[in-house]
């Protein structure tokens, strides 16, 4: 008969990740842990890692998890005894194209901003660092003085050394099964010798994650792919000390190996994936078959930037599987399918992430959310389509493939694509459209005039699509445009305690007439914003609510997650895919849509942030004023059916008016003008409503408690630290956000959205400033390198009064 064992915490895989997850619960003061390994320790994909240890990524909150990874390997080795051959000597990243040294300031730049020391140096300088680099070709290079390396194996092991220390139980060579569920949550996990019952399980079982998550009925879009590296034999005059090095021009990196050896990798096109039809069950410290016609133009490759190479031997090719995801970024948190199992996995980089991955997860785990936002990790991120093999395996080869190569702000994936298309798909890509894929709905980012290529010409400082986005802003200003904007995800609330929820949720008084539109902020306890919506009153307990095509799975398990445990209270209904959504807007919007509806939609009969149901050509329509470009318009709900018949109705009635299509790329520059927000960039968890300027919508007179009620009176009598501002600056400079703010020199701050204002004709940014300098006006903003005169200013650019919008 199997055993029957109880713990507090369950952790599901004995990698870097895992290891690193019990450490740091039991270092937090927890007991009662428990670590599962099917086979032993590290032999998953930890073990035939490279080890290298880079810490700057595009996210200032990876960055800052990244760092807490080195900060414990400076101290792990003298902590548990066990050595790690932790060696912090460095990253060297060469540049040996004007783009590449255009990108090296970028995170240069970006380095500055996350507080992390970057140095830009010139080739000499780079060949000083690192002697076998043949220099021709190169243009610079930047180095990170606090980088590294380290030994995959031994740094796993002195982690689950730290780890049983401290009490944590870990047992190799047991299998999970299968898992029994009740309620919505993991009631016991069962092994092959033995059941255990958890309070909370985490899954951290690298590429086998994907597929126990399916037995749990939760989406886990992570997965493995093949990924090469060679050993070379002993280089005579090998010098010491030497730093990783990566050249991502010429798709390779090197990591110096004992006994005067180099580790040479890199990332080609065309990988191939592992396991997609299954992993078998006994692959546990294997190696795949070696693959050097797959190799060879890397091996080309570092031959020219380290000639050396050349002349000495290879002693091994190694081929392994390395976990990877949808996107090639991290899979982290709540699983949003059960309420006691988290997720972390998909790791490409787990040995320069597991220290600090590790203490996130923990803090996730004990506190319900990390210290840090980490919403480009977030598994919540995902949707149903991108744990598909139809979608996950060519965009995990896609990004594999990408991982070195430039890749250019605005620039899209080519593959997994049409899977998710609004209605209007067929009739808008011969009008022009070029499309964008978000969630795996493609979108028309803009539209190409006649005559005009339909393609993007993406780059860091120029691309084509510019001057037609620029147009299509104008006639959103001073005409009428249509905008399919059907991927909003979109949801109604609805049973007897439904108003009671949402009153509870909501920062704002959601408790107003029916037809009511309310923007509003979710909050958490901490007042941190978890969600920027719309919601539309369409009953007495009925309520509509829509947020963005990326925030559809974490807006909904937020909502979820804090309504009665009674179902029949109050309940949540997904329906974006029965409603297709127009935006009719501009100046003009009113002249036309009267040409079409049936009943009265003048100012007096339909004012601003209210909704009425209308009859447009034959069509039903939930109309809905309100919109996020700053102007008079409508955003037009339709029933899927209809909404071809609707678009005909509205661009024929329009002709007159000289209406136009309109793409998202418009839609940004509109909405930084006039002050809109947009979550996960301007807004997080991280910040509350009167941080960012939206004190406007708590409503603490108006009504009682809600979540987060508490932690926003304590702020708003005490004063904010911090406050979101505005700036501009004369010329059209680049921007992507990331960009620093300086004040005297030193950095103050980081632009969260940043685009150029059409009718501003100014570059208009945004970013938090600390509440002594929120007050001052003159500021600079460093950008790929160059400083640029800024100016704070108050209030939105665009219509401060709204007199256009409620026109």
Not at 342 to 366: D, P, R, S
Not at 425 to 453: D, M, Q, T
Not at 777 to 800: K, M, Q, S, T, W
Request: aromatic residues 8%.
């Amino acid at each position: 008969m199997s055993s029957r064992s109880q713990c507090r915490f369950l952790i599901i895989g004995g990698g870097i990740i895992g290891c690193s997850i019990a450490y740091h619960l039991a270092k937090a003061g927890e007991k009662d842990i428990v670590l599962l390994e099917k086979s032993a320790l590290t032999e998953g994909a930890t073990w035939h890692a490279a080890g290298l240890v880079g810490q700057l990524r595009s996210s200032r909150n990876t960055t800052r998890m990244l760092q807490r990874s080195v900060e414990l390997y400076d101290r792990l080795e003298a902590e548990t005894g066990q050595a790690i051959d932790w060696k912090k000597v460095g990253s060297l990243r060469l540049a040996c194209s004007p783009d590449r040294m255009l990108e090296v300031r970028r995170l240069a730049t970006m380095a500055r901003s996350f507080g992390l020391e970057m140095q830009v140096i010139g080739p000499q300088e780079a060949c000083d660092l690192f002697p076998l680099i043949d220099p021709k070709g190169v243009l610079g290079a930047a180095f990170i003085p606090s980088d590294g390396q380290v030994d995959p194996a031994s740094l796993c092991q002195a982690l689950a050394a730290g780890a049983r220390r401290q009490g944590v139980k870990i047992v190799q060579g047991r299998k999970v099964l299968d898992a029994t569920l009740a309620d919505g949550r993991i009631t016991e996990v069962l092994t092959d010798d033995g059941v255990y019952q958890a309070e909370t399980v985490v899954l951290a079982a690298g590429m086998w994650s994907r597929e126990l998550g399916r037995k749990l009925g939760v989406n886990v879009p992570a997965c493995a792919l093949e990924h090469q590296y060679l050993v070379t034999e002993p280089i005579p005059g090998m010098p010491a000390n030497l730093p990783t090095l990566r050249d991502p021009d010429r798709l390779v990196y090197y990591k110096p190996d004992a006994g005067g050896r180099l580790v040479i990798g890199g990332y080609e096109d065309d990988t191939l994936p592992f396991g997609d039809r299954g992993i078998p069950g006994d692959f546990a410290r294997q190696l795949l078959p070696e693959n050097f016609d797959r190799f060879e133009p890397l091996a080309s490759y570092a031959g020219q930037v380290t000639p050396v190479v050349n002349t000495v031997g290879v002693r091994q090719l190694i081929n392994g599987p390395i976990p990877y995801s949808a996107d090639g970024d991290f899979v982290m948190g709540k699983a949003p399918e059960l309420d006691n199992l988290f997720v972390a996995t998909g790791f490409l980089y787990g040995i320069a992430a597991g220290g600090g991955a590790g203490a996130i997860m923990a803090e996730w785990i004990l506190e319900g959310r990390p210290s840090l936002d980490l919403w480009p990790l977030d598994i919540r991120r995902f949707g149903f389509l991108h744990g598909t093999r139809a979608f996950m395996y060519p965009r995990a080869v896609e990004h594999y493939a990408h991982h070195y190569k430039l890749r250019y702000p605005g620039q899209e994936s080519e593959v997994a694509r049409g899977l998710r298309r609004s209605p209007l798909y067929e009739i808008l890509k011969p009008r022009g459209a070029v499309y964008g894929s978000k969630n795996g709905w493609e979108r028309p980012n803009w539209f190409a005039p006649e005559g005009v290529e339909a393609v993007d010409r993406p780059g860091f400082t120029d691309q084509n699509w510019k001057p037609h986005v620029a147009e299509e802003h104008r006639a959103v200003r001073a005409g009428v445009a249509l905008i399919d904007q059907s991927s909003f995800s979109k949801f109604e609330l609805r049973g007897p305690g439904a108003l009671a929820a949402i009153q509870r949720l909501a920062v704002s008084n959601m408790d107003r007439p029916v037809g009511a539109v309310i923007y509003t902020q979710l909050c958490n306890e901490r007042g941190g914003i978890e969600a920027d919506l719309t919601v539309t009153r369409l009953g007495e307990n009925q309520f509509y609510i829509v947020t963005g095509s990326g925030f559809g799975v974490h807006d909904a398990h937020w909502i979820e997650s804090q309504l009665p445990k009674d179902s029949s209270s109050a309940f949540l209904i997904e329906v974006t895919s029965a409603k297709a959504v127009i935006n009719l807007c501009g100046p003009g919007a009113r002249e036309v849509l009267s040409q079409v509806a049936e009943e009265d939609v003048s100012n007096e009969a339909f004012p601003f942030a209210t909704a009425r149901q209308i009859t447009l050509g034959a069509a039903p329509v939930l109309a809905i004023r309100i919109g996020y470009v700053g102007e008079l318009g409508w955003e037009l709900h339709i029933p899927t059916e209809y909404a071809a018949h609707v678009y005909e109705t509205l661009l024929e009635a329009g002709r007159p008016f000289g209406i136009r299509d309109v793409g998202y790329r418009a839609i940004e520059s509109l909405r930084l003008e006039k002050g809109y927000v947009y979550w996960s960039a301007d807004v997080t968890p991280d910040y509350s409503p009167y941080e960012a300027g939206l004190g406007f919508r708590v409503h603490l007179k108006a009504k009682g408690d809600f979540i987060g009620r508490a932690a926003l009176e304590r702020q708003k009598a005490a004063g904010v630290a911090r406050r979101l501002c505005t700036f501009t600056v004369e010329a059209a400079m680049p921007v992507l956000g990331g960009e620093t703010i300086l004040k005297d020199g030193a950095v103050v701050g980081l632009v969260s959205s940043a685009g150029y204002g059409t009718t501003l004709g100014k570059t208009v940014l945004y970013g938090y400033l600390p509440k002594d300098l929120a007050e001052e006006a003159d500021f600079d903003i460093e950008a790929f390198g160059e400083h640029y005169r800024a100016r704070r200013v108050e209030g939105p650019l665009y219509d401060p009064e709204n007199a256009r919008l409620k026109a």
